[in-house]
């Protein structure tokens, strides 16, 4: 019933740009905080960036100065605008509910960014 569909992801050079967005349903959006998600291959998913409902924001120490979430409460979007990209943020990446609410999510496909060299 909650949704969550991300877009955005592509192939990019190490030190460019990627905008991603996330698009949700089935809640009411503007009263909950979003959080975007990442996961390498090989490796566990970890929150990499939260957004309350009035817009304050946290990031993980390893997107803090590079990456910025934010979101349109008109719209149900969220986004997450990547600069300076590493190879290392080669990832499929998701939004949803961030850790510390209890519900149970449910994850979409996520979208797929891979940076090359």
């Known amino acids: 019933q909650v949704q969550f569909v991300e877009s955005g992801g592509g192939l990019v050079q190490a030190g460019g740009s990627l905008r991603l967005s996330c698009a949700a349903s089935g809640i009411a959006f503007s009263i909950y905080p979003i959080a975007w998600y990442r996961q390498a291959p090989g490796k566990e998913r970890e929150s990499i960036a939260i957004i309350t409902g009035d817009g304050n924001t946290n990031y993980g120490d390893s997107v803090k100065g590079r990456f910025i979430i934010s979101r349109d409460n008109a719209k149900n979007m969220a986004y997450l605008q990547m600069d300076s990209l590493k190879l290392e943020d080669t990832a499929v990446y998701y939004c949803?509910?961030?850790?510390?609410?209890?519900?149970?999510?449910?994850w979409g496909q996520g979208t797929q960014v891979t940076v090359s060299s």
């Open positions: 949803n509910l961030p850790e510390y609410i209890p519900r149970q999510k449910s």
